[in-house]
Every structure is written in structure tokens, then in C-alpha cells.
């Protein structure tokens, strides 16, 4: 697959959950490399949406990865496709060690490849008999990050993994999600737009459970009237991630 082609494709995706329509109608293009990222205001819709393209909440619309549609798939299904999620919780096994959290999320008939987490996250290798509940939250986050590229994944959703996190702490997850984006794309939901403004190449705005903005991460951050009208921040910057206002290798 060439990169202009997307690899996720989504066209008007519609949940309804407990009589309540939460998404109207969200298109997204996850590009096939690099990082995409996925923001809105809290409650636009963007946690539902990656729910929707998992088939963890009931859906319509089109969904379609890899050229295959797979919207009438079940989640185990779209899951041995080779998407990865890390969600907005971490979903970390606090009472389990870091070992046996990776070694969880082998999948059957795979081949884990721990070689390439533990060269990404060498500090989960020399963690790896620490419980993870008592990691910090930058850790965790690395521990969420590094499992769904113990298979090979061919796409990794991240959902807010910044979210409660020191600035310092944010540094280290962006510098985690950069190694990991060379290597496979991700598509990232994010509230830290100075973590976008250096992580993303595209990005996809919701609003009210609607697609509203999609088109270069850059752009849009760049301007002032388009970012508070979208976002409803004033400027792109936020405390915890050098180089805010650059791109890596910018
Ligand atoms: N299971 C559910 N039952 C009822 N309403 C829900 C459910 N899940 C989400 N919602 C509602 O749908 C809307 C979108 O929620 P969602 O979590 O997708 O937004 P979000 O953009 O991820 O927000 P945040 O940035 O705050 O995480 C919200 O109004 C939320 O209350």
C-alpha cells in the first residue's frame, strides 16, 4: 500500500448507545505511517469513535483497514488484523509484574517480538519483574505502548496518553510515541496540542459526534481562530514537551 493511500478509512460512522446517538457521522484517514492524531473538545466523541472502529460499542457506517471493510467484523477479528490499543486508562494489571502483563498480550499463533519492545522501552526490560501497579504513570504508559507492539501490530491506538501525567512525565511518553510511530502508524487522541504540534502529520477534528476539521496537523495549530473555534484553546502550547512548537527533525 502506497503511503497517500490511507490505511484506516473511516466514512460515516454512527453508534447509538442506550437509545442516545453519540456519533453522527465521523469520517477519518489514519495515514499508513507516522502519527494521526484525533482531537475535539471533552465529550466531541473521539474515545466513541475509537470504540466504533473497534467494534467495542454497535456501529454503522464504513470502517475499512487495509483495503477490507470491517465494519460487520467482531473485535477479536479486527484485532488479529494487527491493530493494537492502548486505551485511555492503560488497561495495565496493576498486581501483575511487567513480564507476565507483556507476556498477556501474546497472541495465539504469533510470534511476540520482544527484542523490538524492550529496544524501544529498555527500562521494561530492566522492570520486568516490577508489579506494574507500582510503576509510574509515564511507566504504565510505556507498558500500554510496548504490548501493542509485542505482535506486530500494523496500527496502534492511542487514547490520551498523557492524560493526568506531570509535564515531565509527558516528555517521556511523547519521546516513547515518536520511537514507536517510526516503526508503525499511530493514531493518537490527544488533548496536549504541543504533543500533536511535534507528533502529528494529519489530524482529524470532532465536534458533537461530527467530523469537523480534518487536514494537516500544522495548519490547524497554526491558527489561532481555527484552534480556539475547533478546540476552544487559545495558543498550542502546554508545559512538559520541548521543542512545542516544532515538528521532530523540523
Ligand atoms: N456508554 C455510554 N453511554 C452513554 N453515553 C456515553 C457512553 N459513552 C460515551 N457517552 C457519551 O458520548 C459523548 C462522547 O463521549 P466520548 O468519551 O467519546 O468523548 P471524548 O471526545 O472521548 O471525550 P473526553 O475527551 O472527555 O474523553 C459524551 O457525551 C459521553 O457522555
Do not use: W
Not at 456501529?59 to 473485535?75: I, Q, W
Not at 485511555?88 to 497472541?107: H, K, Q
Not at 509510574?136 to 498523557?162: C, F, H, K, W, Y
Not at 504541543?194 to 476539521?213: P, Q
Amino acid at each position: 500500500m502506497n503511503t497517500t493511500t490511507p490505511l484506516l478509512a473511516v466514512r460515516g460512522l454512527r453508534v447509538l448507545i442506550g437509545g442516545r446517538h453519540i456519533l453522527h457521522g465521523v469520517d477519518l484517514d489514519v495515514a499508513a505511517s507516522g502519527v494521526t492524531a484525533l482531537l475535539g473538545r471533552n465529550g466531541a466523541g473521539k474515545t466513541t469513535t475509537v470504540r466504533g472502529v473497534l467494534g467495542l460499542v454497535p456501529r454503522s457506517g464504513s470502517v475499512v483497514f487495509d483495503g477490507a471493510e470491517t465494519v460487520g467484523l467482531a473485535t477479536h477479528a479486527l484485532v488479529r488484523r494487527g491493530i493494537g490499543y492502548a486505551p485511555e486508562d492503560r488497561g495495565v494489571f496493576a498486581s501483575l509484574t511487567v513480564a507476565e502483563n507483556l507476556r498477556l498480550a501474546e497472541r495465539a499463533g504469533g510470534t511476540p517480538d520482544y527484542a523490538r519492545v524492550h529496544e524501544l522501552f529498555p527500562e521494561l526490560k530492566h522492570r520486568e519483574r516490577q508489579l506494574a501497579g507500582t510503576l509510574s504513570g509515564g511507566q504504565q504508559q510505556m507498558l500500554a505502548i510496548g504490548r501493542t507492539l509485542l505482535n506486530g501490530n500494523r496500527l496502534v491506538i492511542a487514547d490520551e496518553p498523557t492524560k493526568g501525567l506531570a509535564p515531565k512525565v509527558v516528555t517521556e511518553v511523547t519521546h516513547v510515541l515518536e520511537r514507536a510511530a517510526e516503526s508503525v502508524p499511530v493514531l493518537l487522541v490527544e488533548q496536549n496540542l504541543a504533543m500533536v504540534r511535534r507528533l502529528a502529520t494529519r489530524c482529524t477534528v470532532l465536534a458533537d459526534g461530527r467530523t469537523a476539521h480534518q487536514g494537516p496537523a500544522e495548519a490547524l495549530l497554526s491558527d489561532p481562530e481555527a484552534t480556539r473555534r475547533l478546540l476552544g484553546v487559545g495558543r498550542a502550547r502546554t508545559p512538559g514537551v520541548p521543542g512545542a512548537q516544532k515538528k521532530a527533525g523540523a
